[in-house]
Every structure is written in C-alpha cells, then in structure tokens.
C-alpha cells in the first residue's frame, strides 16, 4: 500500500499534471478511451511506463462489454477508498469480509475473482454499472441488490436454507435493540448485513470476542432468562467432573445448543439430532441416558408426544389446534420460572412445580395440565383437591411439595407416577387409600380385581397379556367426583351413590353395576328392590369396599343367627326387628353334616343354576345347602313375565326369588320320591323336632 504522498503524486501523474507528461488516449482493439476510464486503468496511457510508475502492473483479462480489458486490483481500490480523504468516499480499509478467504466453502456463482483466483472488491462491486438515479442502477456500484440479501447469497447460498441458519427477510418486532445504524431490509426485515457490516471498522454487531450475547439478546431478550439456569451450560459445566458435555470456552449461553449458520436442524441446533427422536430430538439429546441431563431423563413413557396432536387452541400455551405435542408444550427451555417470581441460582437447584422450565405452573390448581385438560378441572371441587387438609398435613409429614396433578401422575416417569406393578392403577390408590395415610381405606374385601370382565359402556381397565383386567379406574373417575355435597367445597365429602368419583352413576337405577352385571337387574321393583335416597337397590345388599364377606362382598350378616355367611345375611332383614319381619323363616337350615356333590345327582342343571357353599363361597364339587342354593335373591321368578311384580305381591311356587327348577323339581332333583315328606317336616318346626 501506497503512503498518502506517493498515491497524490500518482493521481497527479494519471491526470497529466506533470509537465513531461501527456494524457494519451490508449485503444486496444480500437476501441476509444475516455478519460474516466484511464483513471482506473492507468496501463491504456500509451504514456505511463509502468516500470516507473508508482501504480502497480495489472495484467488479469477480463471482458468489458464483450471486449478484452484488465482487471484491477483491491490496492487500486484502496487508493482512494482507505479513509485518508474525509469526504463522500466510504472507507472500505476493513477485515470484515475476507479477501483471501479459503474458496471451497462458497459457491460464487460467476462472480468474478482478481488476478490470483481470490475475491476481491471488484467481486461484489463494479464502477461499470448503471448509475443509482437509472433504471436498474444498483448502489454503490453493486453487481446485485443488498436490500434482500440476494448479493450476500450469490456466494453463501448455503447459508440461506430454512432453520438450518438465522432466518433472514423476516420483520423485525418493535423493541429491539439494535444499534441506531443497524441496516435493515425493507419494511424493517431482517437481512444478512443486519448483524454482518461489510465495510468499516465495525465488526458483527454486539459480538465481543467469542461472546455474542449483546447480539442475541437485541433482538431475543426474553431467552436471555436461561442465564444462570440448568440449562446455562456455560456455568452448568463448570460444576461438571471430567470432560463430561461439549467443550465450551465462551461465554455465550446461546452457542452450546444454536448455531447462526449450518445448524442440524430445526432452531440452528448445534448438535447432532436423532431422527428417530422426532422433534423431541432437540431434547432427548442430552435428557437421555448417556446425555448431559442424565438426571433427568425422559423416555417417552410418561406424558404422550410422539404422533400426537393438539385438538384445541391453547392460547395460555401459544399452541394451536393440529400442533404436534412436543416437549416446548408445556416446557420453555430458556426460561426456569414462567413468573420470573422465584430467583434463580447457579446452585443446581430442583425444580418445583412453579420453576422446572415451565410454561405454566402445576400448582394446587393445576394450571399447566388443566389448560390441555379442561374437563378435569373437576377434581377441585372434591376431596381428591390437593387444597383439601389431609393431602396439605401429609404432604408436611412426608416433606414432599405436589401439584394437583403431579401428586398422582409422573410426566415423565414410567406408568402412573413410577407405578410398575401389573395393575398399575391399584397400585397408585393405595398409596393414600392404604388405611395409614388417610382414613378411607380400601384393603379389607373388596370388589375383585384383576379380572376379565364385559362392559357394555366398554369401561376401562388395565391390559395384561392381551387382555382388559377390571381395575380401580373401571369403577372409578378420581378426576369427577359426581354430584358435589351442598357446603362441601374441597374437604372430607361423604360418597354415595351419586358420587364417589364413579364412572358411570349408580343412582337412581344401578348403571355401575348393571353395566357389567345385567342379569341382576331383575331385582328393580322387586321386593328386594330397597332404592331409598343416596342409595341404590344393589348397594342396599353390596359394599364394595370393605364389605363383611370376599364373596358377594355382603353388607350386612355380623351379629345374625345362621350357619353361613349367605344365611346370616338373609337374616340380617328376615327378622323381626327389620325390615323383612312379615317373611319370617322359622324353619331353614338344611342339614350340614352331609356334603352334597354337584352334577351328576343334580338332574340337568348346572350347578350354577343350584349352587352349592362353603364358608369360602360358591363350590363345584361339595358343599352345603343354605338360603342362596334354593333362592336367587336378584330374580323374583324364573318365568319370565313374572319378574317384576308390584310391591307386596306375596309369593308362590314359582316366584319368591325361587331358582329356575330342573326336569322336576329343586328339591327332587336330590330327594326323589320323598321330597314332599321331608319337605312338610323340614318347613314344620314341630314336626322337625318330632323326626
């Protein structure tokens, strides 16, 4: 590069100042030269020996309106454009876009090179295009336009996919805070000079360094709310053994997981992102379990995402109805705390259900879950509300801090909240329904579960070698306890058959029940039939929970005469202070000191249709005769038309609950011809005692 004396002395010399010089006008080719041109290509003057002239030789071809001419050089440029003269002329005297830059990353697209096969300023610029003020003039004499980037991706036209680099000709949000003399494209939009200056000695825009956090942050302040965070890994690795993670020796929170240009994927993502992961991939790549968050990882067997959609706006999430559910529903990665009200550290602190990177809290109303899930904002109204006393003193004892929701369900754990076992959902109401932590207990003979079972509402239940087993959620909603109790907001609620959090109501008529056991419906309007208010005609026999017996899951025998469980049920009501005092049974128990068999003395019933006991209940081969053997307490009469009688209806052979009788009769099927013998003796008390 010339000194300022030597580059005036030359102008002089090129505008034929001096006294031995003459301006000659060169043609090659013929061609007439003007003096603007000369200017620049100061090897046309027929006069200059450049042997003696302080311009340089220039010898590069290149073709000037289809004609031969030379090229010159970024020093010739220079001469006038390297900030000596303050006046009109930029200074392009800069480092910023390299000269001498390695070729085989760009794709120049017949931009022309200097002499050496490097670019140069006549590679983006040309003093032979149209002035600005003409029809396609481009300023300053540019090759192509700048305002939508179009120059810049002649030669970086990989840097221009979608989400692999910054997206560019996009609008700008007000609030921004970028430099007064930031270039903008039209409309305010983002181009690639906007954090790229060409010329001047202005680098990248707010970047010191390897620290481009004053560049995000202009125009992404709110992400900036990772610093400090888990997910800072600028401070996170610095508490890490070894060379555990990537290595980073900046400063920038940003660089760890984005990556402005040729990024892997969606986002810029600067690592390396599994297809098989989906759009999950950005996360799982360190929340699995050989990733940075090992700790935390998630496998998919939580919260469903992979091929799932939303199916409604979700204005509190920013998600709209057909968006694919991803790990950035309910998480935001670059914020701890979605209130920004609880402080963050750089101390590793676990979550809680205000912080975890949270879009919305999971508190005690649930907010996160509740927005997805609206129709089980029911839960807090009943005592499954985490508000209520029980839950908030045992939550105190055992120093654990839940959600509404969390308190049961592990987003991303396996099962309901960890629950492995086979029945997962038993496994999850006992933990509070286990007569310890709270008093509504559940473990003393109850429905049976873990069997097949036919529902005509197609109720839910948990699979097992390809098969529906009859579990908790069968029977149970814990999301909607019913009809709420007046005066009871979120406390000890009395169940009933209105209630209970069950799946189907079982009051007035028993739809619960019926739904998998029809045939009992043929005691509705019978006189077994004890439908009162809060309480349906099944539950006036049958407690599901906690019953006095496993078989039948009987309410009420204890204290009552008889020799089995059935009959001292039976007598619970056919005595003379309750309910069935008019149908007294005098006479009843059959003798027991004799085991009956089933089947083949049994005629050509089954043995279903004459039941036999014992006191672990119904037996197929041996067993004893009492109340239910003769008696079907759910049917009044085995004929058909005659199973719903008005009330008082009084009894007779075929009806008076009586089982449907074999090719002769019940008590022949056992007793031949002697059955009206015994029968008459075993009915008479006085005669009982006489034989």
Request: hydrophobic share 25%; charged share 20%; aromatic share 6%.
């Amino acid at each position: 590069m010339m000194n300022a004396a030597k580059r005036c002395i030359a102008i002089l010399v090129l505008l034929g100042v001096g006294s031995n010089i003459s301006i000659a006008q060169h043609n090659p080719d013929g061609r007439k030269v003007s003096l603007d041109c000369v200017t620049c290509h100061v090897n046309w003057h027929d006069d200059i020996d450049p042997e003696q002239s302080l311009i340089p030789e220039i010898d590069a071809p290149i073709q000037l309106q289809g004609l031969p001419a030379h090229i010159a050089t970024a020093a010739m440029c220079f001469s006038c454009h390297d900030g000596t003269v303050n006046d009109s002329r930029q200074t392009f005297s800069s480092s910023n876009h390299q000269q001498d830059m390695d070729l085989k990353h760009a794709d120049l697209q017949d931009m022309p090179l200097d002499k050496n096969g490097d670019i140069y300023c006549g590679t983006c610029h040309t003093p032979h295009s149209l002035k600005p003020e003409n029809q396609g003039g481009l300023a300053p004499f540019l090759r192509d336009e700048k305002i939508n980037s179009s120059l810049c991706l002649n030669c970086h036209s990989d840097q221009a996919a979608n989400h692999l680099n910054h997206p560019i000709h996009i609008p700008v949000k007000p609030g921004h805070k970028m430099p007064e003399n930031t270039f903008w494209g039209e409309s305010g939009s983002m181009e690639c000079m906007t954090c790229h200056p060409i010329h001047g000695t202005q680098g990248v825009v707010g970047v010191k360094g390897n620290d481009r956090t004053e560049l995000c942050s202009s125009c992404h302040s709110a992400y900036f709310n990772i610093e400090l965070t888990d997910h800072d890994l600028t401070r996170k690795l610095k508490n890490q053994p070894g060379t555990i993670g990537p290595e980073l020796s900046r400063e920038d929170p940003c660089v760890a997981c984005h990556s402005s240009h040729n990024g892997k994927g969606k986002h810029m993502w600067a690592m390396d992102v599994e297809d098989a992961s989906g759009p999950n991939g950005y996360c799982l790549g360190c929340h699995s379990s050989d990733g940075m968050g090992r700790d935390k990882s998630f496998s998919h067997a939580g919260h469903p995402t992979s091929n799932a959609r939303i199916k409604k706006n979700i204005p509190a999430l920013g998600i709209k109805a057909s968006d694919e559910l991803m790990c950035t529903t309910c998480h935001d990665p670059h914020q701890w705390d979605f209130s920004q009200r609880h402080a963050v550290t750089a101390a590793n602190e676990e979550g809680t259900e205000y912080t975890s990177f949270l879009k919305l809290p999971d508190d005690a109303q649930g907010q996160l879950c509740v927005a997805c899930h609206t129709d089980e904002s029911t839960i807090f109204s009943s005592d499954h509300s985490v508000a209520r006393e029980g839950f908030q003193q045992h939550f105190r004892q055992s120093n654990k801090i839940h959600g509404q929701c969390t308190v049961c369900h592990g987003s991303h754990s396996d099962e309901l909240d960890g629950s492995t076992e086979d029945d997962p959902y038993t496994v999850l109401c006992l933990r509070c329904h286990d007569g310890e932590s709270f008093p509504s207990s559940v473990v003393h003979n109850n429905h049976p579960m873990g069997v097949p079972f036919k529902s005509a509402s197609n109720l839910a239940g948990y699979e097992k070698d390809g098969e529906v087993l009859l579990s908790c959620n069968t029977c149970h909603n814990p999301h909607k306890w019913g009809e709420i109790v007046e005066g009871s907001s979120t406390a000890n609620l009395k169940g009933d058959d209105r209630n209970s959090f069950l799946t189907l109501s079982n009051w007035p008529e028993p739809k619960l029940c019926l739904d998998c056991h029809p045939e009992q419906g043929t005691i509705l309007s019978t006189p077994h039939d004890f439908t009162e208010d809060e309480r349906s005609a099944c539950s006036f026999c049958h407690i599901p929970h906690n019953a006095e017996t496993e078989y039948g899951i009987l309410a009420k025998w204890e204290g009552t005469p008889g020799e089995s469980f059935n009959e001292r049920h039976c007598f619970s009501c056919h005595n003379e202070d309750d309910s069935a005092s008019d149908k007294l049974v005098q006479a009843y128990t059959h003798p027991r000191e004799f085991g009956i068999l089933t089947l083949p003395a049994r005629g050509a019933g089954e043995w279903l249709e004459f039941p036999l006991f014992t006191e672990d209940g119904p037996s197929e081969s041996v067993g004893h005769i009492d109340c239910f053997t003769c008696h079907d307490p759910h049917t009044w009469s085995y004929k058909p038309g005659l199973q719903k009688p008005a009330n008082n209806t009084e009894g007779n052979d075929v009806t008076s609950f009586l089982r449907n009788p074999s090719h002769l009769t019940l008590c022949t099927d056992c007793h031949g011809e002697n059955t009206l013998w015994k029968y008459n003796y075993y009915h008479d008390p006085v005669k009982r005692k006489r034989y």
